[in-house]
């Protein structure tokens, strides 16, 4: 049974032994953009730990791009963190001030000194501050601490990065990701609707990695902070390893075993096998900033609703406004309305009075005429001209009530738009997701700045 639902099992004793010993170990691109998230003690044990595989590592193209794409915004982000945390003092320091304010008579305490005491201790605060941020953008300049760890990852992958695939090759492969995205198909379709990068990155990463365990017909361990559903199976709030389907796939293309593990896993697993001894602080901190990462891919996801939500809303928004008259063509159509209004009323006192000088003719001549037969006659045909002539502008009337049936419903349209329709749910929803991707904003902004 093993053998036929082998996704559905934890990798065998055999197994694990198989792919830690011969296995080829590929790091995703988040878990090497952390490297620069980290405190140099952490940093250290863990690339020590990974040049203890050294041989086994293998960094596929996607990757590389991805990481060299986005490391000098991981970079420069930790230096927002200065800012915030001089305003967060500032305020701190107006409230404490304002707070004195409530006992400036109070026959103790003394609201001089109190401020002046403040204002020393927020100065000493702030020269601390200056001088830290100032040994920080030292650290972003030359041969300094990023520059140290982007020269070590470099180090560490040379000679060990995949070719990548061809223009023609990416564009099966973005073909092929479209379908299977839509039939939910791991990896991948949680990034369907990406609004920044390639929605297909992780798809193009499982290709080259299968590409490349085929052609070395060797196991592979996945290291991934990524913990969405289209990579990891994932049951009431557990994750119970890689998706079935990953298994299956990799499986019948190599013929050999794929296993995932999150940075911290990868981590205690790695040292017990190369009995290689790091801080529980670095454990610790990994496992923090791995916590961050998942906080982070939950806000850019729902940023990327909101910013599809917005977008719609204004869309519709715009569409309704362009499709309501405006106030001069509101005009117009309330005088058309009215031309149609006299225009019925005038084809019907038409044919009133045709009726009773039909009536008349037939009866024997209207009141006070003398009327031969032959002149009765002629009144008659002359009345049923009158008649077919009037039966041709009958059948215009239902052309007219046609045109104001139109009418009514474009006015009722903009009386509608205008007061609490469509329109106004529209901009509502609009300003509420507007509203919502500030505060994501945000706290994008300070989870960056934390790290």
Do not use: C
Request: charged share 35%.
């Amino acid at each position: 049974m093993r053998d036929v639902f082998r996704a559905f099992y934890p990798p065998s004793d055999s197994e694990f032994e198989h792919l830690w010993s011969d296995g080829i170990i590929v790091l995703d691109t988040n878990t090497l953009l952390n490297f620069f998230r980290y405190t140099p003690e952490t940093r250290d044990d863990f690339f020590r730990v990974l040049e203890s595989f050294a041989d086994g590592l293998w960094l596929p193209y996607q990757v590389g791009l991805e990481f060299q794409q986005s490391r000098l915004a991981v970079i420069n982000s930790t230096g927002e963190a200065f800012e915030t945390v001089r305003k967060a003092a500032k305020t701190a320091k107006d409230g404490l001030k304002a707070s004195f304010d409530a006992y400036s008579n109070h026959p103790t305490l003394d609201r001089g000194k109190l401020v002046e005491e403040v204002e020393k201790l927020f100065k000493s605060f702030e020269a601390n501050l200056a001088k830290t941020e100032q040994a920080h953008k030292r650290s972003l300049q030359g041969k300094n601490d990023p520059e140290r760890t982007f020269a070590r990852i470099t180090n560490l992958f040379e000679g060990r990065v995949g070719s990548g695939f061809s223009e023609q090759e990416l564009g099966q492969i973005r073909s092929e990701g479209q379908g299977r995205y839509e039939k939910k198909v791991p990896p991948g379709f949680k990034d369907a609707n990406k609004t920044t990068g390639d929605p297909y990155g992780d798809l193009i990463v499982w290709k080259e990695i299968i590409r490349q365990a085929a052609a070395s017909q060797k196991p592979v361990i996945f290291v991934t902070g990524d913990v969405k559903e289209d990579w990891w199976r994932r049951e009431q709030g557990h994750t119970y390893g890689p998706r079935p389907e990953l298994v299956d796939e990799f499986w019948a293309g190599v013929q050999q075993r794929i296993h995932f593990y999150e940075p911290l896993q990868f981590l205690r697993f790695a040292t017990k096998r190369r009995q290689v001894s790091i801080s529980d602080q670095s454990f610790d901190e990994v496992e923090q900033v791995a916590e961050a990462e998942r906080l982070r891919d939950v806000l850019l996801r729902r940023r990327e609703d909101l910013v599809r939500e917005a977008r719609v809303r204004r869309r519709e928004m715009e569409r309704q406004q362009r499709a309501l008259p405006s106030d001069a063509r509101r005009s117009e159509l309330l005088e058309e309305l009215s031309a149609i209004d006299e225009a019925e009323r005038h084809i019907r006192n038409e044919q009133k009075a045709l009726d009773a000088r039909l009536s008349a003719a037939l009866g024997g001549g209207l009141a006070g005429e003398d009327v031969t037969g032959e002149k009765r006659h002629e009144q008659l045909r002359t009345r049923i001209h009158q008649q077919e002539r009037l039966e041709r502008r009958l059948a215009d009337l239902g052309s007219l009530r046609e045109r104001r049936n139109e009418i009514e419903r474009q006015l009722l349209a903009t009386h509608r738009s205008r007061d609490d329709e469509p329109s106004s749910f529209n901009q509502v929803r609009w300003m509420e997701a507007e509203r919502e991707l500030k505060k994501v904003e945000r706290a994008l902004r300070e989870l960056d700045e934390s790290l």
